[in-house]
């Protein structure tokens, strides 16, 4: 059963910093693009980075741009996602996405979600 599994979120004030992480497991992680999004109360799901598995290429949402950075730890099956400079507007639950590949048949999986809260 493929797993992913968030952690690192909590309380924080605006200025300061996170680094979430997300645990594979069940899957076949080191061949999978990996990445996060976050939803807020009453906003769609929103695109925050992706590491792409094969050159390490890296792509950030706009408001991630310049204060996130994500790696991976091929290793550890793990993703992270090292947030500086927060803000109260990236207070959201974050998820931790695998994609896969439609074309083989093989499934995205998502995270449980880790809340992060920003105070200003």
């Known amino acids: 059963q493929a797993q992913l599994v968030e952690s690192g979120g909590g309380l924080v004030q605006a200025g300061g910093s996170l680094r979430l992480s997300c645990a594979a497991s069940g899957l076949t992680f080191s061949n999978r693009d990996m990445g996060w999004f976050r939803q807020s109360p009453g906003k769609e799901r929103e695109f925050v980075a992706r590491l792409l598995w094969r050159d390490g290429t890296t792509y950030y949402g706009n408001s991630a741009k310049g204060r996130f950075t994500i790696s991976r730890d091929n290793a550890k099956n793990t993703v992270y996602l090292q947030m500086n400079n927060l803000k109260a507007e990236d207070t959201a639950v974050y998820y931790c996405?695998?994609?896969?590949?439609?074309?083989?048949?093989?499934?995205?999986?998502w995270g449980q979600g880790t809340q992060v809260t920003v105070s200003s």
């Open positions: 996405k695998a994609w896969g590949s439609r074309g083989l048949g093989v499934p995205d999986y």
